[in-house]
């Protein structure tokens, strides 16, 4: 017959064995919820060397208290991990920014900022806090910086106005905004600059080329990631879906321009 301390410690380990169980099931269930198995198909990635910070928020259905999400943005996209506790079903993944579409805080007492991720078929919503950090990391964002320049040259202006229509299909801003964003920029001369680089190569690609409407997203995604870095590195990070190797290495040739910090 068992004794008392053995019955005790079986129940303890039943116990044990029974909560790891449940918890691996639920933990299961909030990463299907979530959309973790299609962020996984599409985006999945090693390690990732730009910055990240913690934070709470929702992937879609599925809500991560504490500082349960771990979240990163670099030139090349938007990463997206959990803490260990909650690492069953999910891995790390990184998003090319033409994949995402960012909306305006929401109301409410914690106004949160959605990253739609339509591909995934999901979304990531973190409080303005955390989406500001992520939109700073990303070389380019203009997210809640002040206006700087109250008004541009008639030179500078024209120059925006030439490589606008050139993204009409991909970028779909209007002229007022582009010029928001480089009012809000430190200088806007080096940003402007880099535009009219990305317009060269994409104009030339995309005459050359007959694309989808997603290769040619694809194509400007790229070279968003290129101005950030070598042809090299920018390759290194793809995840091609739309263009081949060989056509992401013809456009990547075709930008000139030194990346930039």
């Given at each position: 017959m068992l004794s008392t301390a053995g019955l005790v410690l079986g129940i303890v380990a039943l116990s044990v064995v029974w909560f790891v169980v449940?918890?691996?099931?639920?933990?299961?269930?909030?990463?299907?919820?979530?959309?973790?198995?299609?962020?996984?198909?599409?985006?999945e990635t090693g390690p990732f060397e730009g910055p990240t910070s913690t934070s709470a928020?929702?992937?879609?259905?599925?809500?991560?208290?504490?500082?349960?999400l771990?979240?990163?943005?670099?030139?090349?996209?938007?990463?997206?991990?959990?803490?260990?506790?909650?690492?069953?079903?999910?891995?790390?993944?990184?998003?090319p920014w033409h994949d995402v579409t960012v909306s305006a805080p929401s109301r409410g007492p914690i106004p949160l900022v959605t990253f739609e991720l339509a591909s995934a078929r999901t979304s990531l919503r973190v409080p303005?806090?955390?989406?500001?950090?992520?939109?700073?990391?990303?070389?380019?964002a203009t997210y809640e910086a002040p206006i700087r320049h109250e008004w541009l040259s008639e030179a500078m202006d024209a120059?925006?106005?030439?490589?606008?229509?050139?993204?009409?299909?991909?970028?779909?801003?209007?002229?007022?905004?582009?010029?928001?964003?480089?009012?809000?920029?430190?200088?806007?001369?080096?940003?402007?600059?880099?535009?009219?680089?990305?317009?060269s190569a994409y104009q030339t690609f995309t005459g050359k080329h007959s694309l989808s409407l997603d290769a040619k997203r694809e194509a400007l995604g790229l070279l968003l990631v290129r101005t950030g870095g070598n042809q090299q590195q920018t390759l290194a990070r793809a995840r091609?879906?739309?263009?081949?190797?060989?056509?992401?290495?013809?456009?990547?040739r075709l930008y000139s321009a030194a990346p930039q910090p």
């Open positions: 449940l918890w691996l099931a639920i933990c299961y269930g909030v990463a299907r919820a979530a959309g973790w198995g299609r962020l996984r198909q599409l985006y928020g929702y992937v879609g259905a599925s809500r991560y208290r504490g500082r349960a771990i979240v990163g943005a670099s030139p090349a996209g938007l990463y997206l991990n959990v803490s260990a506790l909650f690492r069953v079903g999910t891995s790390p993944v990184l998003i303005e806090s955390a989406a500001s950090k992520l939109l700073e990391w990303q070389r380019g120059r925006i106005r030439k490589f606008e229509p050139v993204f009409a299909e991909v970028y779909r801003r209007t002229h007022e905004e582009w010029l928001d964003g480089f009012q809000r920029d430190v200088d806007p001369e080096p940003e402007v600059a880099i535009w009219e680089a990305i317009a091609l879906q739309h263009l081949s190797r060989s056509d992401a290495e013809e456009l990547l």
